[in-house]
């Protein structure tokens, strides 16, 4: 009946035609974790390599060339844009940022690699990329300065007719900091907005979401009012070609017997998903198709990306190639083992780099696990230090009582075998102990030269890796320093003093016989 009285007024009043069925042409990325060059699984290559997929070069054209063909082409981006190469460690989204805009997106929503620097990297890029960002289940006080930029869910039009896309992410965000942001559950936060948008007469729901291809399943079947989830954070490659290697899936997936169509391109930019929908005036999906589309040299490069990216690139090996130091001696490991067992030069060096610049704290503790190679002597350069300590890793002072510390020092030993890595085994400056392999006992633990005393708080400096209960120790609150671990590293290093360091053998085995 209601459609009958629409039709006449509008028949009688303007003579307007029949809403129709609407195409839209859906592209999309997700994940594409700072992945400025193409590669491959041996890493980064030029712009003109046969064997390797992804780049932004390559990204920008496909992009503008489907919005130039079809400017009706609503282009999305499902999170995890920070985080993944040297570009993002070393120039953080200073050529990312020119980059992402030069993309007509449309929307995107947050990952949870977008928090790894705090809030302030966030906040530095998404308040000034012109793409709107979607979050339903986010609430960010108004204090957060990040609240004014996230919106739950926006309306777009295409021919007429309004879509509304609802935008979702991880409840594993890492807010560090102590950030005022919440999480709310994932499917009544976007059960609220599709009653707001159907309450608008909206019948199209888009779920940009960074949430895993697991939970978008289960989204989907829960509320099947969800028409695309245009999904990330599993790195899930949907294609349509098998003999692609890490093929999750078709391209699109279906759920509720085809009426939702779940949509994500892997990760890096290797592939960029284009899904063709036309959609009912009742809003049902009548007909799709559309596949991941590799981004091989055949989709050809954006001249003003690539010229962005040069200069990146130029930037990180002027970073890269800076010397740090003329080391006379080198630092390695011991036993012939290329990593920190037990008594480990290298790893007593950092954790004595580190008490250098805090000589407030009674001690530092380190995981070995972090320490990734050694350093021979002579020239010292920032991309060795680089992989000596990869990690951006915020260097944190913890409190522990003469108890605690020793149930760390007693964790670090409890992976322990005579020939294993093991990456919990602490090494440590203003601490020494000894430990047994068999039994795993520690003994004659000192600190600063006395006896530890168990009732007494110590101040220790470690990394935010350790506080946060990574290797699986306890997790203690932490203040922060405002360094990472690698800075410090490079600014004690700096100091020539510090190039020669006399082997206290903090870590001691006692054989058992
Ligand atoms: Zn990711």
Known sequence: MKKIIFLLICVLLYGCKQPENLKINLIHTNDLHTHLLPFNEYGDCTIDSQNCLGGFARITAFMLKEKQENPDSIILDAGDRFT???FYTLTKSRYLLPLFEMIPYDAATLGNHEFDDNLSETVHFISRWHTPILA???????????????????????????????????????????AAIEITPIKQAVETEIKKLKNQGINIIIVLSHISLTQDIKLAKALPDIDIIVGGHSHSLLINDKSVVHRRGEYPMTVNGGKTLIVSCGMGGQ???????????DGEIINYNGDAVAMNIDIGADSAAVKIIADAQTELNNILSEKIVELPQSYGYTDGTDYCSQECPIG????????????????????????RSALP???????????LYPYDNPAVIIELSGKE???????????????????????????????TVDDKRIENISIKGKPLESDKTYRLLTSMFIANGGDRYPQKTYTETGSTVREIIVNQMKN???????????VQIIQNN
């Open 84 to 86: 993944g190469t040297a």
């Open 136 to 178: 339903a289940n986010i609430l960010s006080s108004s204090k957060e300065p990040i609240s004014q930029y996230i919106k739950p869910s926006m309306i777009i039009e295409r021919n007429g007719r309004k879509i509304g896309i609802i935008g979702v992410t991880t409840p594993e965000i890492n807010i560090l900091g102590g």
């Open 271 to 281: 592939y960029v998903g284009k899904l063709q929908a036309e959609f009912n005036t």
């Open 348 to 371: 007593e060096y950092i954790a004595y780099l580190l008490a250098q610049e805090h000589p407030e704290v009674d001690g530092v503790i380190i995981n070995s696990g972090a320490i």
């Open 377 to 387: 002597h002579g020239t010292v350069t920032f991309n060795q230090i680089l992989e």
């Open 405 to 435: 510390l020793k149930k760390f020092l007693r964790h670090g030993i409890t992976h322990y075998h005579k020939r294993g890595k093991t990456n919990e085994l602490l090494q440590t400056a203003g601490i020494r102990y000894e430990f």
């Open 496 to 506: 020539p003093q510090n190039s020669v360091y006399q082997l206290e053998h903090n």
